[in-house]
């Protein structure tokens, strides 16, 4: 068994970070390993709700398919994961720090195929997937810090935001 585990301080709100991570379809916007989605069932962040992902680890595509078995928002998201010879466990805590800042606190227990870590590949892949990880929550990170600031709508339901209101110049970015 591995284990990988990051302590990160995000300028976003628990719920907003919460969702981020308990919704399956945005984990191409933030998971560096993902390749595609597959099968999503169930409400994003329910116990007992699933998906599977598809992952390029050591070169090779893995199917793992995730059931949700602990959540609490905005505290405590919690998967477990299976994948033809291999496993996961990914616990995630999220705490409130400061006025509008979260804690989050990533455990990943896991263990590889038998294929991937007896092969040429697999001597790097602990390492690779340390920084796979890091790049990963800071990517969780800047999504979430970018999504907390408030956004309006715009008639044809585009989206603007004020990147910086209380400078001399205002800023509109559209997107």
Same mark, same amino acid.
């Given at each position: 068994? &591995?284990?990988?585990?990051?302590?990160?301080?995000?300028?976003?709100?628990? =719920? $907003?970070?919460?969702? $981020?991570?308990?919704?399956? &379809?945005?984990? =191409?916007?933030?998971?560096?390993? +993902?390749?595609?989605?597959?099968?999503?069932?169930?409400?994003?962040?329910?116990?007992?709700? %699933?998906?599977?992902?598809?992952?390029?680890? #050591?070169?090779?595509?893995?199917?793992?398919?995730?059931? +949700?078995?602990? @959540?609490?928002?905005?505290? $405590?998201?919690?998967?477990?994961?299976?994948?033809?010879?291999?496993?996961?466990?990914?616990?995630?805590?999220?705490? =409130?720090?400061?006025?509008?800042?979260?804690?989050?606190?990533?455990?990943?227990?896991? !263990?590889? =195929?038998?294929?991937?870590?007896? &092969?040429? /590949?697999? $001597?790097?892949?602990?390492?690779?997937? !340390?920084?796979? /990880?890091?790049?990963?929550?800071?990517?969780?990170?800047?999504? #979430?810090? &970018?999504? %907390? +600031?408030?956004? #309006? @709508?715009?008639?044809?339901?585009?989206? /603007?935001?004020?990147?910086? @209101?209380? !400078?001399? !110049?205002?800023?509109? #970015?559209?997107?």
């Amino acid at each position: 068994m &591995s284990h990988l585990s990051i302590t990160v301080a995000i300028e976003a709100p628990p =719920p $907003l970070i919460f969702d $981020l991570i308990a919704d399956p &379809s945005r984990s =191409p916007e933030w998971q560096t390993l +993902v390749v595609e989605m597959g099968a999503v069932s169930g409400r994003p962040g329910g116990i007992g709700s %699933s998906f599977v992902g598809y992952y390029r680890v #050591a070169g090779r595509r893995l199917a793992g398919r995730f059931v +949700v078995t602990a @959540a609490e928002r905005p505290g $405590l998201f919690q998967l477990n994961g299976a994948t033809t010879g291999g496993w996961a466990r990914w616990t995630t805590v999220i705490e =409130p720090r400061g006025d509008d800042g979260s804690e989050l606190r990533v455990d990943l227990e896991y !263990e590889l =195929p038998g294929e991937i870590v007896g &092969s040429l /590949f697999g $001597l790097l892949t602990g390492a690779r997937l !340390e920084r796979e /990880f890091r790049r990963t929550y800071d990517n969780l990170r800047k999504l #979430a810090e &970018s999504s %907390s +600031v408030p956004t #309006a @709508a715009l008639a044809g339901g585009r989206q /603007f935001r004020v990147v910086d @209101a209380d !400078e001399d !110049e205002a800023h509109v #970015a559209l997107g």
